[in-house]
Structure formats: C-alpha cells, structure tokens
C-alpha cells in the first residue's frame, strides 16, 4: 500500500525529516555508521515522527548515491519511490494496509494473522534493488498474544539482509520474547521550539508557526497539519481554554468537573483521555515558566500564562504533573474513573482562592 509522507522539510542538524528527538536520530545514524541490527522497536507517542525516521532510516540504507552514508540525495529513483511508497525493498504494515487487503471497511483493531503472515513472506524475499529489505510495522502495539506469537517465528532466525522496525505508542505491549530480541528507540514529545522550527523550515509563516507550536503538545505531526487547517487550530485552542479554567477552577468545582469527566469515560475514552493530555500541557506550560524554559507568550496557545500560578513552587507543579500520568496510568488500568479523577484534582495546589 502506498504510503504518505508528511511535507516536512530536513532537519539541517541530522539531513533527516525528524525534528526534536536528536537521541533517537543519533542512534540510528549510529547503527548505519557500525551496521544496522535485524529487529527495532520505536516506541514514543503518537505523531511523535516514528514512521517518518523509520523512513528515514530505509531511505539512508538504501539510497545508492555516495552522500555521506548518514543522509540520503532525496532525488533518484530509490529515494523518489520510497517517498511514494512504490519500492520494492521498502514496505510498510499497518491497519490501513490491512483493511484494504482484506476488503474490510469496518474498523480495525488489531493486526491479525494475516498480515503476520504477510509480514513473514516479505520477509524472506530478498531485496530486488539494494543491500536490505526493510518491513516497517505501524500499529504494532495492536497486535494480540496470539499474533505476537506468530510473529517471533519471523524474528528468531531472520535472513541477514531483513530489517524489521515495529512502530509502537507501548513499548511494553509485546512479549519479552520480541523485546529481547529487538533494539528499543524511544521517541519523546518535541519542544515548542522544535516544532516551531520544523514549521517555518517547511513553509509556515512565522506568526502561524508559533502559534501552532505552542498548542502542539510535542507532535510535530499534528503541527504541520494545523498548519493548514484552521479547524483543527481552533479545536485545540478550545480544548486549552476549557483545560485552563478546569485548573483555575475552586476546589469544589474541580471536583464536579472530575466527576462529569468521569461519567464521559464509559462512553469517550478517547475523548476524556485528549482532555487530560490538554490539562496536562497547563501544568507543564506552568512549569516551563517557572523554570523560566519556555516564552510565555503562546505557553499552551493561550497567551501568558495565569499570574495565578506565580506564587506556585517547583514541587507544586511536578506533583500536579505526576498526578495527570497516575490518573492516565490508572484509567488504562481500569481503576474507577471517579476514584481515577477525583485522586488527581485532589493532588492539586489550590490558585489564589
């Protein structure tokens, strides 16, 4: 299946489309300089630039023009088609590509059998055009015991020219067995700045660059589609207003809003679950100021943050941050929304009250 890539300019510092997680970058340079290994697990959030250096990564290995051998020319045949998805060397799996193969027009939720299957027979064919065959798994957290068990067939004895890289938001969803075995990158959230400067390197004005990057939460993914959707701007700048007056809020208030976000989770997981990472991005707007890492004047996309959290000391703002990963923790867990929720208001300083 044809595979899009986002229209990201490269990051001068590293000749690859990836800006703000120079750690995962670097280690993959690395494993091209000293040569790669068979099996990588990049693990971060979603949106988080995963699939573009697993691209990355393919494009570089593969590229036959001498440019260094850490970048790529970007202009031959090999670099044009992977871009487009058409290499036969470079392949991608995920839920898209399995639902198209199979006809299936409802949602998918895990990657079965079947394209386990698929994944082994591209396996084993040897690469047509260049030095690898590189498979490149999305959605790999999705897949169930019984398909992870399949898949370990494919990684216990891979032939010396395969690479597979499986792309994942839990690192800890596969079994030890396919974590032994694999080289583990973890991706992060990207600051401000980065995505601020990946915008404006791939065409943003620079008003709407900051704008952006100060409501992207760390996904330069989703920064350069707000870049063009205005929609998808205003929608996240309501989530950071109604976040802002959630933590504003007295504490009784706090509490009610926590119980109606609880009665929500039954029916929108996805939705309480996008809230909080909006509250979340308050707090560690708060604290960025604090710390003085961070300009205040488009913290969360809301202008400078409240002098209401001025008086607020290092510790108050880590425990009210930590507060919004326990309750994430242990919503995933199945741990009583309202006992979830009404836990972390609780842990929160009180604002000028």
């Given amino acids: 299946m044809a595979h899009k890539v986002n229209q990201v300019a490269r990051n001068p510092d590293t000749g690859w489309a990836v800006w703000g997680q120079r750690s995962a970058v670097s280690r993959l340079l690395q494993a091209i300089q000293q040569?790669?290994?068979?099996?990588?697990?990049?693990?971060?959030?979603?949106?988080?630039?995963?699939?573009?250096?697993?691209?990355?990564?393919?494009?570089?290995?593969?590229?036959?023009?001498?440019?260094?051998?850490?970048?790529?020319?970007?202009?031959?045949?090999v670099c044009r088609r992977i871009s487009k998805g058409v290499f036969p060397d470079v392949t991608v799996f995920d839920l898209a590509s399995q639902a198209e193969r199979d006809g299936d027009k409802s949602r998918n939720l895990t990657l079965n059998i079947g394209t386990i299957r698929e994944i082994s027979g591209a396996v084993s064919y040897r690469p047509t055009e260049s030095s690898w065959r590189v498979i490149i798994v999305d959605d790999a957290e999705t897949m169930q015991e019984t398909a992870q068990e399949a898949f370990l067939k494919t990684l216990e004895e891979p032939p010396p020219y395969a690479i597979l890289i499986l792309l994942?938001?839990?690192?800890?969803?596969?079994?030890?067995?396919?974590?032994?075995?694999?080289?583990?990158?973890?991706?992060?959230?990207?600051?401000?700045?980065?995505?601020?400067?990946a915008l404006i390197a791939s065409g943003t004005e620079a008003t709407l660059a900051r704008r952006v990057a100060g409501m992207a939460q760390g996904s330069v993914g989703w920064a350069l589609e707000a870049a063009h959707d205005e929609?998808?701007?205003?929608?996240?700048?309501?989530?950071?207003?109604?976040?802002?007056?959630?933590?504003?809020?007295?504490?009784?208030?706090?509490?009610?809003?926590?119980?109606?976000?609880?009665d929500e989770f039954a029916k929108d997981r996805d939705g309480v679950f996008t809230r909080l990472a909006a509250i979340q991005s308050v707090w560690r707007s708060a604290l960025?100021?604090?710390?003085?890492?961070?300009?205040?004047?488009?913290?969360?996309?809301?202008?400078?943050?409240?002098?209401?959290?001025?008086?607020?000391?290092l510790d108050d703002l880590l425990r009210s941050i930590r507060s919004l990963d326990t309750c994430v923790a242990n919503l995933e867990a199945n741990v009583r929304p309202r006992l979830a929720l009404e836990s972390m208001v609780l842990a929160w300083p009180r604002l000028g009250e």
């Fill in 168 to 197: 994942t938001s839990e690192a800890d969803a596969f079994l030890p067995t396919i974590q032994s075995r694999c080289v583990t990158i973890r991706f992060g959230l990207s600051p401000a700045s980065e995505v601020e400067a």
């Fill in 288 to 313: 960025y100021v604090n710390q003085k890492l961070e300009d205040t004047a488009h913290i969360a996309g809301l202008g400078p943050i409240s002098e209401r959290f001025i008086p607020l000391g």
């Fill in 231 to 262: 929609g998808l701007i205003e929608s996240r700048e309501g989530l950071a207003r109604q976040a802002m007056d959630f933590v504003l809020a007295n504490a009784y208030d706090r509490t009610v809003r926590a119980v109606l976000l609880a």
């Fill in 35 to 77: 040569g790669p290994a068979h099996a990588y697990i990049l693990a971060g959030p979603n949106r988080s630039g995963k699939r573009t250096a697993a691209l990355e990564f393919a494009r570089t290995l593969n590229c036959p023009k001498d440019v260094g051998h850490l970048t790529y020319c970007g202009e031959c045949p």
